[in-house]
């Protein structure tokens, strides 16, 4: 910890269905219950030989979090924002407006249809302010402190509220909203206290204390431990600590504290039916926040390395059709025209399993790896093409803003059935309008088939199979046996989705 976390420093005084994944930042309240007891245990004559007190003696967690919460708590602050938000208010039809059920059938009916909610007349702006919350966390004197992206996303303004009920006007030093970090700076301001980010990454089981403005309520306190970590969260190729540390809407932004006082995560989402916390809660983790927080402050953007490569993961069906010995490796689809992976020579069908020496377990740890990476960096890539393993040299381009690498592709479909073992009927390509020329399309797909359950759709185009280009049902037949002779048990199929291509391993039979 540095000396300004002392606080001596401060100056005077939806998933799935109901379930689903909350962004933290809005109004805030938090309840925290640490449980240091235990269950009490029974011989086998029915007597107590441990009592709730030894249990609890036994419990590794400190007694409690006074001492930590009076060193850290005076460098998080809350943050607040505005935002002028003005929106096209022409005449909006039935289907783009709702109409409250209060005002059906009443005199108020042709008013709300005609003007909209608030009154505003048609061709007309509608203007308001929104106000926001979330939280934050000095990490030096001067004033720079951390909070989400989408907590000053589009804010006109920005205002901080320490600890001791102070109120600063803040600026946004830069965002990022690949991983939702944020980095501000009090105007006019000086010798804050401040807290340091974690050099080691927590262990699962690990005590951890979130600080925030749940609620709006400001300097709440929960504790909790690490759940899990390398949590996939569906917010690109990035991993997420899972803690049950109670955190609700307005902790956005706020810090999770490890024992020695250190920042090991940043609160960022929640998963919940209801919007409220359950118990897990997401962070993004030190050594992330670190990373992204240096380039914010050094130039107010993040730039990463760019591959350009449409990717998919080593399923043991892949695996098996190209004749690999791990499940693992990032399956490349295809290299996007111009980009540097087509400029060193990567082609569909190769499996990168390694960036500069160091094992690429699936496709989101290559695309972190790339990602993490210097722009016109030189790396160097072991892969594998056609059962020969090779190394290509590529100099990274640039990520370009609002794209980043896909780690999978995700379909599904629901279809009349039709006939065969693959669950698919097909036809050449150059026989259905829109297919173009190359290609078998399919043009039916079993909702009970191995091609339904591995994502194919009517309109996919199957360019090759196996590795032999085909354009007819019987060439699609006839790489099938050639793949049964030579002992396979499934075949990997090229597929062009609309504009993307990607591999599916189907069993030959």
């Known amino acids: 910890m540095a000396d300004a976390t002392n606080a001596n420093h401060r100056p005077p005084t939806k998933l799935l269905s109901a379930r689903r994944l909350t962004l933290l930042g809005s109004v805030a309240v938090v309840g925290a219950a640490v449980a240091l007891g235990g269950p009490i245990g029974f011989d086998r004559h029915g007597q107590a030989f441990w009592t709730a007190a030894q249990a609890a003696e036994s419990q590794q967690g400190p007694a409690g979090f006074a001492d930590l919460v009076a ?35 009443t005199p108020f009916e042709k008013f709300f249809r005609q003007f909209g909610e608030d009154g505003t007349p048609p061709g007309l702006q509608r203007h308001q302010v929104i106000t926001g919350q979330g939280s934050g966390f000095f990490i030096s004197a ?98 997420y600590l899972q803690i049950d540390a109670p955190i609700n809407k307005g902790n956005s932004g706020g810090p999770a504290f490890d024992m020695s006082g250190n920042v090991v995560g940043v609160n960022t989402a929640i998963f919940s039916p209801s919007g409220g916390s359950v118990g897990i809660g997401f962070d993004v983790p030190a050594q992330t926040a670190k990373s992204v927080i240096a380039q914010l402050k050094d130039k107010g953007v993040v730039t990463r390395g760019w591959l350009g490569v449409q990717i998919q993961p080593v399923t043991e069906g892949i695996a098996d059709s190209l004749g690999l010995k791990k499940v693992e490796g990032a399956l490349v ?25 160091t094992t690429i377990k699936d496709s989101r740890d290559l695309a972190r790896q790339i990602a993490a990476l210097a722009p016109d960096s030189s790396v160097k890539l072991d892969l594998v093409r056609k059962g020969e393993a090779k ?14 690498a ?30 173009g020329d190359k290609g078998v399309v399919v043009t ?39 793949a049964k002779t030579d002992g396979k048990r499934d075949v990997l199929m090229r597929v062009k989705s609309a504009d993307a291509t990607r591999f599916v391993a189907l069993p030959v039979s």
């Not at 190394?391 to 980043?404: D, F, K």
């Open 71 to 105: 060193k850290v708590k005076p460098a998080v602050i809350s943050v607040g924002v505005k935002i002028d938000e003005s929106a096209d208010a022409s005449t909006p039809n039935d289907e783009q407006q709702t109409l409250p059920p209060s005002m059906r059938g």
């Open 333 to 357: 689809d295809e290299a996007q025209a111009d980009s540097p992976a087509a400029k060193a020579g990567l082609e569909a069908g190769d499996v990168i399993t390694a960036v500069n020496g």
């Open 142 to 239: 001067d004033g720079y402190a951390v909070t989400n992206n989408h907590v000053v996303d589009h804010a006109t303004s920005v205002q901080v509220t320490t600890d001791d009920g102070k109120k600063f006007t803040a600026k946004v030093i830069g965002t990022d909203p690949k991983t939702d970090i944020a980095l501000i700076k009090v105007e006019n301001g000086g010798n804050f206290p401040y807290v340091n980010f974690g050099d080691q990454a927590p262990r699962v089981g690990d005590w951890v204390v979130a600080v925030g403005n749940p609620f709006g309520l400001g300097g709440t306190v929960t504790a909790g431990i690490v759940s899990a970590q390398g949590r996939n969260i569906g917010s690109g190729a990035y991993d």
């Open 444 to 482: 039916g797909v079993d909702p009970d088939g191995p091609a339904a359950e591995r994502g194919m759709q009517t309109g996919d185009v199957i360019l090759d199979v196996g590795g032999k280009t085909v354009n007819s049902a019987g060439d699609i037949r006839e790489a099938l046996s050639q």
């Open 391 to 404: 190394t290509l040299t590529v100099a990274l381009g640039t990520m370009p803003n609002q794209r980043e």
């Open 406 to 435: 896909n780690a999978e592709h995700e379909r599904s479909g629901s279809h009349r059935g039709v006939e065969g073992h693959l669950g698919l009927s097909v036809a050449p390509a150059r026989d259905v309008a829109g297919s």
